[in-house]
């Protein structure tokens, strides 16, 4: 196991600095999804360069993405390595366990951002969803600032380099902010054209909180209009396809995929796109070179419909975004 913690020394890509001071590669590769496809598509990803990887205790591919990393021959300390603490291990009794466990399926001795997946808790235990027998999430009564004080803690133990939350309210992170003595380096939570969330992302800035970008292409992803707590609105005309999007795509002589991801990046966010498909992988990797000007982002501001197509609240048993754009209550 690595325990070096030098940084991205050789890294040449753009960076943000964390309230940490750590430095973050503004593009990274989501690992959600295709575990069995995600051991070649790190090894695919750090050797085009990425620096940046995204994964979670739930999705199950933290043993793949170790698999990829050794096989890469990229030194640990040149990777932003980031997890998350799933909604059954919320209990003060279980937040280190659980990284702990993390770590171990991750060949490491340290990840670089550790978030709260979720600020709802599930029974504790090794079901990932303990549905009952009425087919209801069995909800547990911890509140995700008793999680957050001792993921404070886990600071201390050099096991994580930085904590952070992902799919919070502002009402929620408010909380973290008034009862935690550590702001959020990070929260990560969904955000593209499609819903832009301006007040909201001006809150997280005077607050010195990083946004990471997770599903930059909005509902270009299949699941989101196929899982079961589909929303109609994933249904509209994916994000990739939008005239507007195209027309700058146009303009740039690029992909609507690199001009969405280049969106977020010029906005200053970190953006995590996910594939397995490796000229996908290279392709995405060139977003942060586009320079979008004046005219391009002031056409890509009246794509925003609100749309919020990650909203598990229904099989969650919880109220998840409560007054943000596109919320479901």
């Not at 909005?218 to 989101?224: A, M, R, S, T």
Request: charged share 25%; with cysteine.
């Amino acid at each position: 196991m690595s325990t070096a913690r030098s940084g991205l020394a050789l890294y040449q890509g753009k960076t943000y600095t964390l309230n940490t001071g750590q430095r973050i590669p503004a593009i990274g590769l989501g690992t959600f999804q295709n575990p069995d496809e995600q051991e070649a598509s790190v090894y695919t990803a750090l050797k085009c360069g990425y620096r940046h990887i995204d994964t979670a205790h739930n999705y199950g591919t933290e043993r793949k993405v170790a698999d990829g990393i050794k096989r890469s021959g990229v030194s640990r300390e040149e990777i932003f390595l980031a997890t998350k603490l799933w909604c059954n291990a919320h209990h003060p009794d279980d937040v280190e366990p659980a990284l702990d466990e993390s770590l171990c399926d991750l060949n490491t001795d340290y990840v670089d951002l550790y978030l709260m997946h979720y600020p709802c808790s599930f029974k504790r235990g090794p079901d990932l969803l303990p549905f009952g027998p009425d087919g209801k999430m069995i909800t547990e009564s911890t509140h995700y600032v008793d999680t957050w004080k001792v993921m404070e803690k886990l600071l201390g133990t050099g096991k994580t380099r930085a904590i952070g939350v992902s799919n919070f309210s502002k009402i929620e992170l408010e909380q973290i902010l008034h009862h935690g003595t550590i702001v959020p380096a990070v929260h990560q939570t969904e955000l593209h054209p499609y819903l832009q969330q301006k007040e909201f992302v001006d809150w997280h800035a005077e607050h010195d909180i990083r946004i990471i970008q997770f599903s930059p292409c909005g509902n270009l992803n299949q699941f989101y209009r196929d899982v079961g707590w589909a929303k109609d609105i994933a249904q509209i005309t994916r994000l990739v396809d939008h005239p507007t999007l195209i027309k700058v795509a146009q303009k740039q002589h690029r992909s609507p995929i690199q001009i969405a991801l280049a969106w977020g990046i010029q906005n200053g966010r970190c953006v995590i796109p996910k594939s397995t498909i490796e000229w996908q992988i290279r392709e995405n990797a060139e977003a942060e070179k586009i320079v979008l000007d004046e005219e391009d982002m002031e056409s890509i501001a009246t794509m925003d419909q609100k749309a919020r197509f990650n909203d598990p609240s229904s099989d969650f048993g919880y109220r998840l975004y409560v007054g943000l754009d596109g919320a479901t209550f």
